[in-house]
């Protein structure tokens, strides 16, 4: 059943609770996000793509661009069921610690159709896919409205109230002592939610890296230029991970930190069973061409994240192509420790070469 069927279905629900916004009519305008002291934030001034973002859920039918100092979203009218939008590009949010970010929305369509604009997170660096959260504005036919939602390989929960607003803000924030997420669009933790979600890392994903998002979804919702965008994303408290930091948890500067050499990671079998008697996980790192083994520092400890993991063997050796491998183990016990949650977990994997270069690479695996 698509969400547009979800929402329709109960515009009784719609009619008795209609708001200016989920916390009432203190809604806070577009445009009061931007601030000195943010952790990481995105203007969208320069107008082009920087190393903060990649591109999810590419379709020729669906457009995402940083045009007129804001990202803005543009669609077909055939862009059915469409999801696309800019995520952290190797870089999360750790969940082990308080976070709290938000974001300036715009959402003005005039149709009988239905889409969204939202912020969200999610377990999966390649995309939202069947797993986030996600709040924002849109319409569903002719209703306009707020909005939630909840996915973890399940039917989605979600909720909406009237909307009246063009121009929002919405807040996300988390309390990792008490593991709730709290939802609004008025401001953060709970004095300031719409939604707020109890246990919610012990439920959904564990303490994997949750990667940000900033999309558009559609059913047959045609989105013209300046009728959708996003502005001034920031986050304002967090702890944020990379896989290229090499020192993963004690540095001072937590600007995400873009890799110098992508290497390729492979973990055979895929899944990894919590019952199995083996003790250690071992990866394949494919350097690219160009590398040689003269590069790599035998000496160097990679690292393994979730849970910072020193490697505790590894050899290099080269391949039938010219091309440099890593075999790299590390504990299997320290791993499933530190990702308490089954299912599809990314795992980042960084290493320094001889000339102070890091190298690293992800790849998503199967905890059972």
Request: charged share 20%.
């Amino acid at each position: 059943m698509s969400r547009t069927v979800i929402l329709f279905t109960l515009l009784a629900v719609i009619a008795a609770r209609m708001a200016m916004g989920p916390c009432g009519f203190n809604g806070v305008a577009l445009g009061q996000t931007t601030t000195s002291t943010a952790v990481v934030q995105d203007t969208f001034d320069d107008n082009k793509q920087g190393a903060l973002w990649t591109v999810f859920g590419r379709s020729d039918l669906a457009k995402v661009s940083e045009t007129n100092k804001r990202l803005e979203f543009i669609t077909s009218s055939d862009a059915n069921e469409t999801f696309v939008g800019y995520i952290s590009n190797k870089w999360w949010i750790d969940p082990s610690e308080d976070f709290r970010m938000k974001l300036d929305m715009y959402f003005s369509v005039s149709a009988s159709t239905s889409g969204w604009v939202a912020l969200g997170l999610t377990p999966n660096s390649s995309g939202p896919g069947d797993r986030y959260v996600m709040a924002g504005i849109g319409r569903s036919r002719s209703f306009e409205n707020y909005w939630w939602e909840l996915k973890n390989k399940s039917y989605p929960d979600m909720d909406f109230v009237w909307r009246t607003r063009k121009a929002v803000t919405f807040y996300i924030s988390y309390d990792s002592w008490n593991d709730i997420l709290y939802i609004g669009d008025t401001g953060y933790g709970e004095e300031n939610a719409w939604r707020i979600l109890p246990d919610f890392a012990a439920t959904c994903w564990g303490s994997v890296p949750y990667y940000v998002f900033l999309g558009i979804t559609t059913d047959n919702l045609a989105v013209s230029s300046g009728a959708v965008y996003v502005d001034n994303f920031v986050i304002e408290k967090g702890k944020i991970g990379s896989s290229y930091q090499g020192d993963t948890g004690d540095s001072s500067d937590d600007s995400p930190v873009i890799v110098d050499v992508d290497a390729t990671l492979a973990i055979v079998p895929s899944t990894i069973y919590r019952k199995s008697t083996g003790t250690k996980v071992t990866m394949v790192v494919s350097l690219p061409a160009g590398i040689t083994l003269a590069d790599w520092d035998s000496a160097d400890v990679p690292v393994l994240t979730p849970g910072n993991l020193a490697a505790t063997a590894q050899a290099a050796f080269c391949w039938v192509d010219g091309t440099v491998k890593v075999l790299v183990s590390f504990s299997r016990s320290e791993l499933l420790e530190a990702v308490t949650a089954d299912g599809e977990t990314e795992l980042h994997f960084a290493g320094t070469l001889k000339d102070e270069r890091t190298y690293a690479g992800s790849c998503t695996v199967t905890i059972e």
